[in-house]
C-alpha cells in the first residue's frame, strides 16, 4: 500500500457529504486530506468510466449498491437498504429531490443553542450548495402528464399547490421536486465537489485493490 503516513485530515468514506467535505478542505485550505473510500472511484464526470445507470438520472442505480437487506432483523420479509458503495456515495445513485426542508426546524436547531445553524445562516449554504450540485426546478410546461395528474388529485383532495418547494417559510404543498440532475445526469457530489480540485498538482487519487477490498485515497497537498 502506498498510503502517505501523514495527512492533516482523513475523511474516511468518500459518499455524499465526505466528498463534499475533502473537496472543500482541498479548496479553502492548505492542509492535506487523505479520502478513504470503500467503493470505487470511476473519475471526473467526463472520464467515460461512470456506469450508464449512475450516471442516467431516469435510471435507478443499482451497479454500486452494497446489497443491504432487512433479512437479519425482519426474517419473513426482504425490504431492500439501497446504499451505493462508491465515491460519491448514496448521491450517485439517488433520486435527486434537492429539497432544504422548513425555516421552524433551522431556527428550532438555533434556539437550541446551536449558533450559526439558523434558517437565515444556512441559506446562504443552500444557494451554494445548489449552484454546486446544478440544481434546477421544473417550468411548468416541462411537468409530465403522470405528475400533473398527482399534483391535481392532491390538491383536490385539500393539499395547497407550492409555488417553490424550497421555501423554507411554506412547508406544506405539493409541486414538482427540484433535482440535482444536469443534461439527464445525476449529479452527484464527486462531480460537484471532487472534480474541481483533482487536477490540482498535489492531489493523487488511486485505486488500490487491497484483500478484497477497494479504497480510493486521493491526497491533496
Ligand atoms: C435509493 C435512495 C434514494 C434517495 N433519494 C434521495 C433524494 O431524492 N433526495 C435526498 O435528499 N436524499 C435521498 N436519499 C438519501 C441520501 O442520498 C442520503 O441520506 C445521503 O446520500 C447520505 O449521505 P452520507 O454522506 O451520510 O452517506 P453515503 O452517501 O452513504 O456515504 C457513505 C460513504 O462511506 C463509504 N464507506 C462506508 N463504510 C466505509 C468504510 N469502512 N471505509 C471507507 N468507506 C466506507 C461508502 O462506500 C459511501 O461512499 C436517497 C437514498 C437512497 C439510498
Same mark, same amino acid.
Given at each position: 500500500?502506498?498510503?502517505?503516513?501523514?495527512?492533516?485530515?482523513?475523511?474516511?468514506?468518500?459518499?455524499?457529504?465526505?466528498?463534499?467535505?475533502?473537496?472543500?478542505?482541498?479548496?479553502?485550505?492548505?492542509?492535506?486530506?487523505?479520502?478513504?473510500?470503500?467503493?470505487?472511484?470511476?473519475?471526473?464526470?467526463?472520464?467515460?468510466?461512470?456506469?450508464?445507470?449512475?450516471?442516467?438520472?431516469?435510471?435507478?442505480?443499482?451497479?454500486?449498491?452494497?446489497?443491504?437487506?432487512?433479512?437479519?432483523?425482519?426474517?419473513?420479509?426482504?425490504?431492500?437498504?439501497?446504499?451505493?458503495?462508491?465515491?460519491?456515495?448514496?448521491?450517485?445513485?439517488?433520486?435527486? +429531490?434537492?429539497?432544504? #426542508?422548513?425555516?421552524?426546524?433551522? @431556527?428550532?436547531?438555533?434556539?437550541?443553542?446551536?449558533? $450559526?445553524? =439558523? /434558517?437565515?445562516?444556512?441559506?446562504?449554504?443552500?444557494?451554494?450548495?445548489?449552484?454546486?450540485?446544478?440544481?434546477?426546478?421544473?417550468?411548468?410546461?416541462?411537468?409530465?402528464?403522470?405528475?400533473?395528474?398527482?399534483?391535481?388529485? +392532491?390538491?383536490?383532495? #385539500?393539499?395547497?399547490?407550492?409555488? @417553490?418547494?424550497?421555501?423554507?417559510?411554506?412547508?406544506? $404543498?405539493? =409541486? /414538482?421536486?427540484?433535482?440535482?440532475?444536469?443534461?439527464?445526469?445525476?449529479?452527484?457530489?464527486?462531480?460537484?465537489?471532487?472534480?474541481?480540485?483533482?487536477?490540482?498538482?498535489?492531489?493523487?487519487?488511486?485505486?488500490?485493490?487491497?484483500?478484497?477490498?477497494?479504497?480510493?485515497?486521493?491526497?491533496?497537498?
Amino acid at each position: 500500500m502506498s498510503l502517505p503516513h501523514h495527512a492533516d485530515t482523513i475523511v474516511i468514506g468518500g459518499g455524499t457529504s465526505g466528498a463534499v467535505v475533502a473537496g472543500l478542505l482541498t479548496e479553502l485550505t492548505e492542509q492535506t486530506v487523505l479520502v478513504l473510500e470503500a467503493g470505487p472511484d470511476f473519475g471526473p464526470f467526463d472520464s467515460g468510466r461512470w456506469p450508464t445507470d449512475l450516471r442516467n438520472a431516469r435510471l435507478l442505480g443499482t451497479s454500486c449498491d452494497g446489497g443491504y437487506t432487512s433479512e437479519a432483523t425482519y426474517p419473513d420479509r426482504t425490504v431492500a437498504f439501497e446504499r451505493a458503495k462508491v465515491i460519491g456515495g448514496c448521491s450517485a445513485h439517488n433520486g435527486c +429531490a434537492a429539497i432544504w #426542508g422548513s425555516r421552524i426546524d433551522y @431556527d428550532a436547531w438555533a434556539a437550541s443553542g446551536l449558533a $450559526g445553524w =439558523s /434558517a437565515d445562516d444556512l441559506l446562504p449554504h443552500f444557494r451554494e450548495a445548489n449552484r454546486r450540485m446544478r440544481v434546477r426546478t421544473y417550468t411548468a410546461d416541462e411537468v409530465t402528464p403522470f405528475q400533473q395528474a398527482a399534483i391535481d388529485a +392532491a390538491v383536490a383532495n #385539500g393539499v395547497p399547490h407550492a409555488a @417553490d418547494l424550497n421555501d423554507l417559510d411554506d412547508p406544506v $404543498g405539493i =409541486s /414538482a421536486s427540484p433535482v440535482n440532475i444536469h443534461d439527464g445526469i445525476r449529479w452527484n457530489t464527486a462531480f460537484a465537489y471532487l472534480d474541481p480540485v483533482r487536477h490540482r498538482p498535489h492531489l493523487r487519487p488511486q485505486l488500490e485493490r487491497v484483500s478484497g477490498s477497494c479504497r480510493l485515497h486521493a491526497r491533496v497537498r
